[in-house]
């Protein structure tokens, strides 16, 4: 079992940047796909982003590619989103999500995770 902790988020200009973290506390950490999602008011809860346990694959939504990168550090137990290029669109809570599998499978839906953080809030204004 896994336990996630997000923080990071805060109040930031349209076209800056932010870094957000995911640690993780538990056994095997590294053998956990992270997935980060958000939710903005009045919306569902939308993919942003996975990284895979085994080779550190990444998989990016087409709202955020090439404006967002995910990386892990396995030593440190984090994951890490970071977000450039901000929006007003990109305002939102973001969670990470965890679930442990040995594949480079690229999950992307939310009933793909078991495990979730309670999620930081991110407000891009224009």
């Known amino acids: 079992q896994v336990q996630l902790l997000e923080s990071g988020g805060g109040l930031v200009r349209a076209g800056d940047s932010l870094r957000l973290s995911c640690a993780a506390s538990?056994?095997?950490?590294?053998?956990?796909?992270i997935g980060w999602f958000r939710q903005a008011p009045g919306k569902g809860r939308e993919f942003v982003g996975t990284i895979t346990s085994t080779r550190s694959i990444t998989y990016y939504a087409d709202s955020v590619k090439g404006r967002f990168t995910i990386s892990r550090d396995d030593a440190k137990k984090t994951v890490y989103l970071q977000m450039n290029s901000l929006k007003p669109e990109d305002t939102a809570d973001y969670y990470c999500?965890?679930?442990?599998?040995?594949?480079?499978?690229?999950?992307?839906?939310?009933?793909?995770?078991?495990?979730w953080g309670q999620g930081t809030q991110v407000t891009v204004s224009a």
């Open positions: 538990g056994r095997a950490v590294n053998t956990y796909t």
């Open positions: 999500a965890a679930r442990q599998i040995y594949l480079d499978s690229l999950l992307s839906d939310s009933s793909d995770y078991g495990f």
